[in-house]
């Protein structure tokens, strides 16, 4: 992170920090706060307004970035915007937030939001609700909305969107699986005719990966992790039935091999783009990746789509992608708010898609012909899988819930549980953490900031 | 003899003031953390739920530990850890030292040699060991396919023993040279003639072992068990690395759900009084040594 060295010359004699100290977090924490104090106190130079935004460092991805807020600087002469290193991990990036926003810290201004993490800031009151800053949530995929929506406000903008994916090999199957069933026997065939290593890989190590895997296995099944009413229905029979799939395609079917159950997404990349496997589970970035010739032996031999359905469900992608807010104690909420419609605009959209390959959350864009050949996947096609998309259950504890129910989904995929068995524990787990935290559906819920007391918002997960 | 009671009063306060700065260090950098921490054990605070305060709930965090299960299997496979490892790395430290204490050529390079281990960070030899035991290319499943024992795509890490093994084997690897070398300094505490006397009493290879360096290496053994014991209770890189505590959490160490509930969860609260408890088993761990064993930490007296 920036130490505020270069811009010491313009601190003000009289600079004081911000005032509230956290009450512990340890010297880190302290340490932090005096730096972002020092970087803080900048910001009211003679220059007038200064933004900061935080992102990473390296590649097109900062490279375009750092573009857009140049265009951005040289349309708004009195605002200047200044970029903060975060790490790219998204578990450290999340930490250092949680730091600096405990500490009430003004900066940065602008911040880079997961997916998941909206509504635990937004109940937190570490961001602003953007719609009552007079933000516009229409243009942009309704269900990317819903996932930044907390007690009926939007608190942040969909800045580009990730879906899951099934990936398959043009050249050993006719087209994509519509059923798991179907999906389990041509993937065993490819295994056994074509010699492919691997039927289907997904994400099976113990982390977030393996929740938006089980997630897309659970809507095909017809389950969903959390209902409409944020009642935890992860010990329903429909995801009894998921998980028992996912773990009979690893331990009998064979057709995933057992090593996915320590893979990320780059392993199961590798895999798929060495030839070894017939189909793979995985976001939009390994396709440009994997159309490269240079590193990958499946280029022009591949293809998307979504995932396969079971019967009684629905095809169903994870929601991923990044989100920008406004830091709540921002001394700047008004030119905060610029930055973030200048950096969702379609200009600015339709460059990311071109340079980095990002999709963009606004749903006109894929209308036209504006996203035409910037992006592997065709506009309507890509439209289609973004709206098949489900965000993952939107409550601000959604991170606890789901370590826990990572961990009894590992149980049950490495035979230390029986699927049904560990999906109880979960679910039991889940209810309890949701009561101790005053968020169990029906109980008192004063507890979260906001003036609507909608117990919990609309999500499919 | 009053000027002398003078003297030593004088003398008395001036070695109270000398060793004032290093007193003022331990308090600054060992007591005030662990007071704060103790404090901080007694309250609720989830710094990723604000709204839920700060308040003071005295034992409350100690009782969800206690009730936890997660946490007692944590306990119950630090236990585990501490148990397999230190043993093997005693025997192995023994047979090293013993070997390494004989007069041959090149001893000395030996000596270095087996600190190599050691001295690579822990870190670094967590990855090496999560390669070796790797399902691309790792040699331990080249190795152990051709004798028959797994199969080539054996995945050591999706196994709740099985997972064991690397993270044992990287422990031992690791730390036996540093049990090796506190035994060898043992060792060369025993007077020689001890043994001459033995050999003439008549005393046998393992007489002169049982009777003579045992017993006279029992401090250098303990100080050693003191020091691997309350290392290993607190083990956290190396199982972080390798096997992050998985599968599920079935080489979940204490320290790494302590880790967890803290820097993940960032339930400061409980995780304080994880940490708390940690703390306190290892102290009674210490005193239990130190009072009931009466291994002597400083090497004065016998």
């Known amino acids: ?461 | 003899m009053a000027e002398r009671r003078g003297l030593e009063a004088r003398e008395r306060r001036l070695g109270f003031e000398l060793v004032v700065p290093a007193l003022g260090v331990i308090v600054l950098v060992a007591l005030f953390p662990l007071a704060w921490t103790a404090w901080e054990s007694l309250h609720l605070h989830d710094l990723r739920m604000p709204w839920r305060g700060h308040p003071f709930v005295g034992l409350a965090n100690y009782a969800e530990a206690l009730g936890d299960g997660r946490f007692w299997a944590a306990m119950g496979h630090t236990a585990f850890f501490t148990a397999a490892t230190v043993g093997l790395e005693l025997v192995l430290g023994l047979v090293l030292a013993l070997a390494m204490n004989r007069a041959f050529r090149g001893r000395s390079l030996v000596r270095a040699a087996v600190l190599l281990p050691w001295a690579v960070p822990t870190v670094v030899a967590a990855l090496l060991w999560r390669f070796m035991f790797g399902t691309q290319g790792g040699i331990a499943n080249a190795l152990l396919s051709k004798v028959g024992v797994v199969d080539a795509s054996f995945v050591w890490f999706i196994h709740e023993r099985a997972a064991w093994v690397p993270v044992i084997l990287a422990d031992v690897w690791k730390m036996t040279p540093f049990v090796a070398l506190l035994l060898l300094a043992g060792l060369q505490n025993i007077d020689a003639s001890l043994y001459e006397a033995a050999k003439i009493d008549g005393a046998g290879a393992w007489d002169r072992f049982r009777y003579v360096t045992l017993p006279l290496l029992k401090p250098a053994i303990l100080v050693t068990l003191v020091f691997r014991t309350l290392d290993a209770f607190r083990v956290f890189d190396l199982v972080y690395v390798l096997t992050g505590g998985g599968p599920g959490t079935a080489t979940e160490p204490i320290a790494l759900y302590t880790f967890d509930a803290l820097l993940r969860d960032l339930r400061f609260g409980y995780g304080s009084a994880l940490s708390m408890i940690i703390f306190l088993v290892t102290f009674g761990l210490a005193v239990l040594y130190i009072r009931g064993l009466g291994v002597d930490l400083t090497g004065e007296g016998g």
Not at chain 1, 147 to 157: I, Q, T
Not at chain 1, 183 to 205: C, I, K, T
Not at chain 1, 393 to 422: C, E, G, K, M
């Open chain 1, 1 to 461: 992170m920036r130490r505020g060295g270069r811009r010491r010359s313009s601190l003000p004699a009289a600079c004081s920090g911000p005032g509230a100290l956290p009450p512990a977090g340890g010297l880190v924490a302290v340490l932090l706060v005096a730096v972002l104090a020092l970087a803080a106190c900048g910001g009211e130079s003679d220059q007038g307004v200064v933004l900061t935004f935080p992102g990473s460092a390296v590649g097109a991805e900062a490279r375009v970035l750092r573009t857009q807020l140049d265009r951005f600087m040289a349309a708004h002469p009195g605002i200047r915007v200044e970029q903060r290193v975060t790490p790219d991990a998204a578990d450290q990036r999340h930490q250092l937030y949680v730091q600096w926003l405990n500490a009430r810290a003004p900066e940065p201004d602008i911040l880079q939001l997961d997916v998941i993490w909206t509504p635990e800031f937004a109940a937190a009151g570490w961001i602003l609700p953007l719609d009552s800053l007079g933000a516009d949530a229409a243009p942009f995929f309704p269900n990317t909305v819903r996932a930044n929506r907390w007690r009926g406000h939007v608190f942040a903008l969909p800045w580009f969107v990730d879906m899951g994916l099934l990936y398959w090999r043009t050249d050993l199957v006719d087209g994509p699986p519509a059923t798991f069933a179907q999906l389990a026997r041509v993937a065993e065939r490819a295994q056994r005719e074509d010699s492919v290593r691997y039927g289907f890989v997904w994400q099976g190590a113990r982390y977030e990966g393996l929740v938006t895997v089980f997630l897309e296995h659970l809507g095909g099944f017809g389950g969903r992790i959390m209902d409409d009413s944020g009642h935890i229905t992860v010990d329903s029979d429909a995801a009894v039935r998921a998980l028992t799939y996912m773990r009979d395609a690893v331990w009998k079917e064979g057709f995933v091999p057992q090593a996915a159950l320590t893979w990320q997404e780059e392993q199961t990349r590798f895999a798929f783009q060495n030839g070894e496997a017939a189909f793979m589970r995985n976001w939009p970035y390994a396709y440009p990746l994997m159309e490269d010739t240079a590193g990958s032996s499946v280029a022009g031999r591949f293809a998307a789509a979504t995932m396969p359905a079971g019967p009684e469900g629905e095809p169903t992608s994870a929601l991923g992608g990044s989100q920008l807010a406004i830091n709540a104690h921002t001394r700047h909420p008004r030119a905060a708010l610029e930055l973030l419609r200048f950096l969702t605009a379609p200009r600015q959209m339709i460059e990311r898609a071109r340079v980095v390959g990002e999709y963009p959350t606004r749903r006109a864009l894929y209308a036209g012909d504006t996203l035409r050949g910037l992006l592997p996947i065709p506009p309507a096609r890509a439209r289609e899988l973004i709206e098949h998309a489900v965000p993952r259950p939107v409550t601000p504890v959604y991170s606890q819930l789901s370590s826990l129910l990572q961990i009894q989904l590992h149980r049950a995929l490495t035979r230390q549980a029986d699927p049904r068995q560990a999906l109880e524990t979960a679910a039991r787990q889940m209810r309890g953490l949701l009561a101790r935290v005053g968020l169990m559906p029906g109980g008192s819920s004063g507890a979260a900031r906001g003036d609507t007391a909608d117990p919990a918002e609309g999500n499919r997960g």
